[in-house]
């Protein structure tokens, strides 16, 4: 039997976590470069490589989106070479000395290349410059420690600073657990920065993708002037175990906890097809008075540390940088 | 005594106090209540020195047990001691209202304040109403409505966390209780009035966090605050939720913990054996950090403390970054300045 029908291993290996289980999911499953076909986690049919990949890992047979690494995002949103990263270098510090966390950071180093799961940077968007934030769920399931924290807030005012929109991937299993308290208060951290752009007239735009749960939805993921999502995404404040018990009492709908139900109950804007959303998101942006599509000084007026933006993020930082 | 939880040790006091009552009540009727005052005295001396030793060397389970404790004092119980007046105001004008999640027009110190608080119910029934503390989205977009009229009329606000988490259920969900969430700490950042948040008993969660975005946040001793209760990271982590124990340990619920974090900006002391034993020493405590705070803050222009609180915010975390001209590691977070590394460059 060739290689490539080998079917993956059903079981978790054991003493794995629900995180790390989410994480190998996310790593290995549909993810598997070496075969000439590719099998859908959802329908099971077996895709061409080659297709797949055309196809932005979205099943052709039930349109099922597989889950994205943080480069294959951005590679299918940016422009072309215009994304450039910022604070890469931030690391995670074992604060609570929590049991496992080390190693559960370096596994998610090694398995994302990264040293924290939201990457951040500066982009073109449809030729519109943005600030952009995007998840690799597969370092510690997109959790929201300390380092998650300053990094959407340093790129939220990064943004503000340049007036440039601040778009953001999400996928998330919310505050991170091995941070304590310190994880909870991200969602604080990060609603603050959204409420900054907010008041200045920044835009600032979600797509939420497989998963974007707990205190990640219950933050910054639920605050989008425009809320996206991609479609059959597991998009919902319980985690499974407590939408379990909930179930008991009250029979959810079918489409209970996806992108389409939060779309029926009005807590997102659109559901779109991953191949359609740049085009969209691109529609979205020309929407606002901030976007400029490209102009010869692009990248300056992106990362620039002209003394105008370092004064307004400076300014920023001290609470009274905002225009108006 | 080491595997004994606080619940078995007030069991144990209970009992001491049980005798030191019958004592008295003996005595009293043989006519020697004078002869044993001495010997009561020294029960009660005993029974103290027995309390602050327990107390001394409380484990975190034991104060989550505490914070849990069902004689524990509610927000409504604080509410009398607390203030002069409180009329309870209902609804979110959207859906509903919420017996989880209570609030209204108070006056502290004879001045005018929103007053916001989770509650939990003592006995079954009001348990039920209240959905054991567990609030729903229309309890947080009450919160906001009460929130904004304390802004839009200048009165500072005083919230009480008490919640095991917010609701979860198939209701709450369809309404959106993660956006009902989101918005209120977004909304809260920048609310235009002074905000103090108390911690009276159970921090869970982000439905607690969905009333503590404040400019200081204080707790009672012996309440705690979590990212998720120490059942649900067992579970999670170990797929055991009896290692309960040692989840509060790991994720270090406690007020002590909280301050050290830098998340909580004062400790109130309880009432030795925990604020249900003295509920009125334990609201005078709250009261006098209230006071404190609320005088310090109120006497900044909004932009100030706007600008504080931003700060603060920005500033929960830790984490290392790499020097970045050549310098070792520095810890940001922690301190004042927001960008430790690179503020100096």
């Given at each position: 039997?060739?290689?490539?029908?080998?079917?993956?291993?059903?079981?978790?290996?054991?003493?794995?976590?629900?995180?790390?289980?989410?994480?190998?999911?996310?790593?290995?499953?549909?993810?598997?470069?070496?075969?000439?076909?590719?099998?859908?986690?959802?329908?099971?049919?077996?895709?061409?490589?080659?297709?797949?990949?055309?196809?932005?890992?979205?099943?052709?047979?039930?349109?099922?989106?597989?889950?994205?690494?943080?480069?294959?995002?951005?590679?299918?949103?940016?422009?072309?070479?215009?994304?450039?990263?910022?604070?890469?270098?931030?690391?995670?510090?074992?604060?609570?000395?929590?049991?496992?966390?080390?190693?559960?950071?370096?596994?998610?180093?090694?398995?994302?290349?990264?040293?924290?799961?939201?990457?951040?940077?500066?982009?073109?968007?449809?030729?519109?410059?943005?600030?952009?934030?995007?998840?690799?769920?597969?370092?510690?399931?997109?959790?929201?420690?300390?380092?998650?924290?300053?990094?959407?807030?340093?790129?939220?005012?990064?943004?503000?600073?340049?007036?440039?929109?601040?778009?953001?991937?999400?996928?998330?299993?919310?505050?991170?657990?091995?941070?304590?308290?310190?994880?909870?208060?991200?969602?604080?951290?990060?609603?603050?920065?959204?409420?900054?752009?907010?008041?200045?007239?920044?835009?600032?735009?979600?797509?939420?993708?497989?998963?974007?749960?707990?205190?990640?939805?219950?933050?910054?993921a639920s605050l989008g002037d425009v809320i996206l999502a991609?479609?059959?995404?597991?998009?919902?404040?319980?985690?499974?175990?407590?939408?379990?018990?909930?179930?008991?009492?009250?029979?959810?709908?079918?489409?209970?906890?996806?992108?389409?139900?939060?779309?029926?109950?009005?807590?997102?804007?659109?559901?779109?097809?991953?191949?359609?959303?740049?085009?969209?998101?691109?529609?979205?942006?020309?929407?606002?008075?901030?976007?400029?599509?490209?102009?010869?000084?692009?990248?300056?007026?992106?990362?620039?540390?002209?003394?105008?933006?370092?004064?307004?993020?400076?300014?920023?930082?001290?609470?009274?940088?905002?225009?108006? | 005594?080491?595997?004994?939880?606080?619940?078995?040790?007030?069991?144990?006091?209970?009992?001491?106090?049980?005798?030191?009552?019958?004592?008295?009540?003996?005595?009293?009727?043989?006519?020697?209540?004078?002869?044993?005052?001495?010997?009561?005295?020294?029960?009660?001396?005993?029974?103290?020195?027995?309390?602050?030793?327990?107390?001394?060397?409380?484990?975190?389970?034991?104060?989550?047990?505490?914070?849990?404790?069902?004689?524990?004092?509610?927000?409504?119980?604080?509410?009398?001691?607390?203030?002069?007046?409180?009329?309870?105001?209902?609804?979110?004008?959207?859906?509903?209202?919420?017996?989880?999640?209570?609030?209204?027009?108070?006056?502290?110190?004879?001045?005018?304040?929103?007053?916001?608080?989770?509650?939990?119910?003592?006995?079954?029934?009001?348990?039920?109403?209240?959905?054991?503390?567990?609030?729903?989205?229309?309890?947080?977009?009450?919160?906001?409505?009460?929130?904004?009229?304390?802004?839009?009329?200048?009165?500072?606000?005083?919230?009480?966390?008490?919640?095991?988490?917010?609701?979860?259920?198939?209701?709450?969900?369809?309404?959106?209780?993660?956006?009902?969430?989101?918005?209120?700490?977004?909304?809260?950042?920048?609310?235009?009035?002074?905000?103090?948040?108390?911690?009276?008993?159970?921090?869970?969660?982000?439905?607690?966090?969905?009333?503590?975005?404040?400019?200081?946040?204080?707790?009672?001793?012996?309440?705690?605050?979590?990212?998720?209760?120490?059942?649900?990271?067992?579970?999670?982590?170990?797929?055991?939720?009896?290692?309960?124990?040692?989840?509060?340990?790991?994720?270090?619920?406690?007020?002590?913990?909280?301050?050290?974090?830098?998340?909580?900006?004062?400790?109130?002391?309880?009432?030795?054996?925990?604020?249900?034993?003295?509920?009125?020493?334990?609201?005078?405590?709250?009261?006098?950090?209230?006071?404190?705070h609320l005088k310090e803050i109120s006497r900044l222009s909004?932009?100030?403390?706007?600008?504080?609180?931003?700060?603060?915010?920005?500033?929960?975390?830790?984490?290392?970054?790499?020097?970045?001209?050549?310098?070792e590691e520095s810890t940001g977070g922690s301190g004042n300045?927001?960008?430790?590394?690179?503020?100096?460059?």
């Amino acid at each position: 039997m060739p290689d490539w029908f080998r079917r993956r291993p059903s079981s978790p290996p054991a003493g794995e976590d629900a995180e790390q289980r989410r994480g190998r999911h996310a790593a290995t499953s549909a993810a598997v470069p070496a075969g000439l076909f590719v099998k859908c986690d959802k329908c099971g049919h077996l895709l061409p490589t080659k297709e797949f990949e055309r196809d932005l890992r979205v099943c052709a047979r039930c349109g099922h989106h597989h889950k994205l690494t943080a480069d294959e995002r951005i590679a299918a949103i940016a422009d072309a070479d215009s994304f450039r990263e910022l604070n890469a270098h931030l690391r995670s510090e074992d604060a609570l000395a929590f049991p496992d966390y080390a190693a559960k950071l370096e596994k998610g180093e090694q398995a994302s290349g990264r040293k924290d799961g939201l990457v951040t940077g500066t982009a073109r968007i449809g030729g519109y410059g943005c600030v952009l934030g995007v998840v690799d769920f597969r370092f510690m399931g997109g959790s929201m420690g300390s380092v998650f924290g300053e990094k959407f807030v340093r790129a939220a005012e990064h943004a503000l600073a340049r007036k440039l929109p601040f778009v953001v991937f999400c996928a998330s299993g919310g505050a991170r657990m091995q941070e304590g308290l310190l994880g909870l208060m991200q969602m604080a951290k990060t609603s603050a920065a959204v409420a900054r752009l907010c008041e200045a007239g920044v835009p600032y735009l979600v797509v939420l993708t497989d998963p974007t749960t707990g205190g990640a939805f219950a933050s910054f993921a639920s605050l989008g002037d425009v809320i996206l999502a991609e479609p059959g995404a597991h998009l919902a404040f319980a985690g499974a175990r407590v939408a379990q018990q909930a179930a008991q009492t009250h029979k959810p709908p079918a489409n209970y906890q996806t992108s389409e139900f939060q779309e029926e109950r009005g807590m997102v804007d659109r559901v779109v097809p991953r191949k359609e959303l740049p085009a969209t998101l691109t529609r979205v942006l020309a929407f606002f008075p901030t976007s400029e599509p490209s102009s010869p000084n692009g990248e300056a007026a992106l990362n620039g540390t002209t003394s105008a933006a370092a004064a307004a993020t400076a300014g920023a930082r001290n609470g009274k940088g905002q225009a108006n | 005594m080491p595997s004994m939880t606080v619940l078995d040790f007030e069991k144990l006091i209970d009992e001491l106090e049980g005798n030191i009552a019958k004592t008295r009540e003996i005595a009293a009727r043989e006519g020697r209540a004078n002869e044993v005052l001495a010997d009561i005295a020294q029960l009660e001396e005993n029974r103290d020195a027995l309390m602050r030793e327990f107390f001394q060397n409380l484990t975190r389970w034991d104060n989550v047990l505490l914070a849990r404790h069902e004689k524990r004092p509610y927000a409504l119980d604080y509410a009398p001691l607390l203030f002069d007046d409180f009329l309870p105001l209902a609804g979110d004008r959207l859906f509903g209202d919420d017996d989880a999640l209570v609030g209204g027009l108070a006056v502290f110190e004879g001045k005018p304040v929103v007053l916001i608080g989770q509650q939990k119910g003592r006995d079954l029934k009001e348990r039920t109403r209240r959905n054991y503390g567990y609030a729903r989205p229309e309890g947080y977009r009450k919160a906001l409505r009460l929130l904004k009229l304390a802004e839009r009329f200048n009165r500072p606000v005083i919230t009480l966390i008490d919640t095991p988490g917010a609701d979860a259920n198939v209701p709450s969900e369809e309404r959106g209780i993660s956006e009902a969430i989101a918005r209120n700490l977004r909304e809260m950042s920048v609310l235009r009035t002074p905000i103090i948040a108390a911690v009276i008993g159970e921090g869970g969660s982000g439905g607690a966090l969905g009333i503590a975005v404040a400019d200081r946040v204080l707790m009672l001793e012996h309440s705690i605050y979590s990212v998720i209760a120490p059942e649900g990271c067992a579970s999670i982590l170990w797929r055991d939720p009896a290692r309960k124990s040692e989840a509060a340990e790991a994720m270090r619920v406690t007020a002590r913990d909280a301050h050290e974090l830098g998340v909580v900006d004062e400790v109130i002391p309880e009432p030795l054996g925990g604020a249900h034993r003295d509920p009125e020493t334990a609201a005078a405590a709250l009261k006098d950090a209230l006071s404190r705070h609320l005088k310090e803050i109120s006497r900044l222009s909004r932009t100030r403390l706007l600008a504080q609180r931003y700060d603060k915010l920005r500033a929960l975390g830790r984490f290392c970054e790499p020097g970045v001209d050549g310098a070792e590691e520095s810890t940001g977070g922690s301190g004042n300045d927001t960008k430790p590394a690179a503020a100096t460059s």
